[in-house]
């Protein structure tokens, strides 16, 4: 595979969700479809590396800030010469959104 930038690589993606999310007030009706928007849109950034033989995986995660604390872990059992993870927070007053991209060689 391919050398990934993993700064442009989470640069973009932090632009992608702010994008979406900037300037906007949490709201349950809207929430899944901005959830949807953002995968949508960092699938494009990472398919932008034009990397064969690979799979990805986005996983998004949007919550209402209000002082509540989370905490998100994950594993893998992968080859890191060739698979890559990227990981990229945004956060307003009002919102919290979590970005996670594995990329996959086969």
Not at 51 to 75: E, F, P, R, Y
């Amino acid at each position: 595979m391919p050398e990934i930038d993993a700064t442009a690589l989470k640069s973009s993606i932090q632009n992608a969700i702010e994008r979406h999310l900037e300037g906007r007030d949490y709201d349950d009706s809207l929430v899944g479809s901005w959830s949807k928007s953002i995968r949508a849109d960092v699938v494009d950034e990472v398919q932008a590396f034009k990397l064969k033989n690979t799979k990805i995986i986005v996983h998004v995660t949007l919550l209402q800030q209000g002082g509540a604390g989370m905490h998100v872990s994950s594993s893998t059992l992968w080859d890191p010469d060739n698979d890559v993870s990227v990981t990229a927070v945004w956060e307003s007053e009002k919102i919290y959104c979590n970005a996670a991209v594995f990329i996959l060689s086969f």
